[in-house]
């Protein structure tokens, strides 16, 4: 018998990153193809030919000119600034009590059914209080993009806090280790990576919430500008401002997620 080489696959030997890239570029085709085709067959619908400038031509022309003029800037601005408010009070919020209730058993079983039951409630159902409470609309906006955001990030950080080995503290303690001195080396250390899991998932649920809570009484931001745009018929600034706000948060997801990892390489080196 013969020796004949036997191909065993068609596919040809590509690096792990270039596979990454062409897989993504791959993935992006795909869903400018989907977009497109929509937009043909709205185009081409008697009843929704009004719509026809949501398909990719005229909403990228419209972010083109956009970006170029400096609205994307002028309307992302505000709406980056709030998120980022409502991101450093749940912090502020979230990490301590998260601290807390991962480390004191009593304290956990005592507020686990009032957080899961205030967790389930919708942020946006806040919106009539948070109107009456805060004397501006940006400060009622940010109050409703911390109570979507604290609760990832509190329950992160107690879920990491709970992993931890408790013979870690123990030997801190033995070594004359204070209690702050115990938080800042080797627990913060220790669910850094949990903490920013739970900030980027805060992140995700923010921007989420963004949206709606700038439908209120504000004239500024990503929000404002959808409505806007859905009041004048200007859809392909409509669509053109989605892109921009699918964008944004893809940045900020991908920017957390390289914070985790590298936290990640940090602790395991």
Known sequence: MSDVPVITSWRLPV????????????????????????????AN?????????????????????????????AMSWPSLYRVGLGLVFAILIGVPVGIAIGRLTFLREVTNIPFQFLRMISPLSW??????????WDAAIVFLIAVAAVWPVMFSTAAGLRRLDPAWLKVARNLG?????????VILPAIATDILTGIR???????VVLVP?????????????IND???TLDYDRLAATVVVIGIIGFVID???????QHVNWVRES
């Open 254 to 260: 991908f920017i957390c997620l390289k914070a985790v």
């Open 15 to 42: 690096p792990g990153r270039v596979r990454g890239v062409l897989n993504a570029a791959l993935g992006i085709a795909a869903l400018l193809l989907v977009w497109w085709i929509g937009g043909r067959l709205v």
């Open 229 to 231: 745009a859905r009041d």
């Open 201 to 207: 998932l805060a992140l995700g649920v923010a921007w």
């Open 213 to 225: 809570a700038e439908y209120l009484g504000v004239t500024s931001g990503l929000g404002y500008a």
């Open 45 to 73: 619908s008697p009843g929704m030919f009004a719509f026809s400038n949501f398909a990719p031509e005229p909403a990228l022309s419209r972010l083109w000119q956009m970006t170029l003029s400096g609205e994307v800037w």
């Open 177 to 185: 280790a204070s209690p702050l001195h115990q938080l800042t080396t």
């Open 127 to 136: 919106m009539p209080i948070a109107v009456m409470a805060f004397a501006t």
